[in-house]
């Protein structure tokens, strides 16, 4: 019996392949270290789920095996591919609306007027996974400027995730995918293919840059952003890195700018303060 086969109390798997507690926490540390994303010890079973598929793919017969690989030199692509099977990747277009609705009010009362004078739109999608939420923004800010290519305005999309990066360039989605987009801006921005996906057109498309990167990384960008978006990411990290993770967006933001969370996430930092429902602007700025 190998020691990967030893049965544990907290393993989980059938008599061909489990997954012990060792090896679990292996994978965790491994995961922690690339991403910061933090696997409870829980989350046993929705590991063993996701990577069962790419021990068979790589015909290994045991999590020990798989463990020698991703931590070796010849197992960079794996980690990789580890990586993007342990990321959740759920987005859809205009998820909590209520965000793309203050942002539609911020380019209209705020933005609109310096941006048509010359100045600069920059927002950031950090966590952008396929693409649903960098086009939602793309959509909302041609709403309120349909001639937004004529300005300097411009969207960063970034994600950890180089395979959903792909999906996401590629601007495919079905028709359930596209149905939250509010009908006006679909049937002006979004082009039905024939056989019967979509295809987010290159108005909006134009204005989306994607680029890998790794939140816990460093970061190359200099100029500020209007608005970030980071949503529904930071709740996969432990509270220590969540809180240097907001600290980090402070600098980055325009005086005006807002930081746009997901539902379950809070923002503690004194940087910011508080302006609606999951949304936050620099604390002691203009309303
Ligand atoms: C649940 S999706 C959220 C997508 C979108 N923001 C939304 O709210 O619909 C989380 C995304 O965060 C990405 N992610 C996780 N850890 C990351 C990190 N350290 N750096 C950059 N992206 C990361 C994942 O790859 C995934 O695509």
């Not at 292996?26 to 996701?50: N, Q, T, W």
């Not at 598929?53 to 690989?69: A, I, K, Q």
């Not at 990747?89 to 010359?118: C, M, Y």
Request: hydrophobic fraction near 40%; charged fraction near 25%.
């Amino acid at each position: 019996m190998t020691p990967a086969a030893i049965p544990h109390a907290s393993s989980v798997g059938d008599a061909s392949l489990l997954l012990n507690e060792r090896d679990f926490k292996r994978i965790a540390a491994v995961l922690f270290e690339d991403s910061g994303i933090h696997l409870p010890e829980g989350k046993s079973s929705l590991v063993y789920s996701r990577l069962a598929r790419r021990l068979r793919v790589l015909g290994l017969e045991s999590f020990h095996d798989y463990c020698n690989l991703v931590c070796s030199e010849d197992g960079a692509d794996e980690r990789q591919a580890m990586l993007s099977a342990l990321t959740t990747n759920v987005t859809r277009f205009f998820r909590e609306s209520h965000h793309f609705v203050d942002l539609a009010k911020q380019i209209r009362t705020r933005w609109i007027n310096p941006i048509k004078a010359g100045g600069r739109l920059r927002i950031w999608s950090a966590g952008c996974s396929s693409g649903e939420e960098p086009y939602s923004i793309a959509l909302t800010v041609l709403s309120q400027l349909p001639d937004a290519e004529r300005y300097d305005v411009r969207i960063l999309a970034t994600d950890i995730d180089e395979r959903i990066l792909d999906k996401a360039k590629a601007g495919l989605y079905s028709a359930d995918a596209v149905e939250p987009i509010p009908a006006e801006m679909r049937n002006r921005w979004v082009e039905k293919l024939p056989g019967g996906d979509f295809s987010v057109g290159a108005e909006a498309r134009n204005l989306v840059s994607f680029r890998p990167l790794n939140l816990m990384a460093d970061w190359p960008m200099k100029g500020r952003f209007n608005a970030i978006f980071c949503r529904n990411v930071a709740i996969y990290f432990d509270q220590p890195t969540q809180d240097r993770l907001w600290s980090r967006y402070a600098p980055l933001l325009t005086p005006d700018g807002r930081l746009y969370i997901g539902h379950s996430e809070r923002v503690g930092s004194k940087q910011f303060q508080s302006d609606g429902l999951t949304s936050y602007r620099l604390a002691g700025e203009v309303e």
